[in-house]
């Protein structure tokens, strides 16, 4: 594997990873509004 894929890889993985925590952070918000 070369430095400019694992480069890229990385971007995607904390890309992806930042993703999914906008995904998790929305989804409890709206819970907490919600409950409220």
Same mark, same amino acid.
């Given at each position: 594997?070369?430095?400019?894929?694992?480069?890229?890889?990385?971007?995607?993985?904390?890309?992806?990873?930042? %993703? %999914?925590?906008?995904?998790?952070?929305?989804?409890?918000?709206?819970? %907490?509004?919600?409950?409220?």
């Amino acid at each position: 594997m070369t430095n400019k894929t694992k480069k890229i890889i990385k971007i995607f993985y904390k890309n992806y990873r930042c %993703v %999914v925590c906008i995904f998790i952070d929305f989804y409890y918000f709206g819970f %907490v509004e919600s409950e409220l």
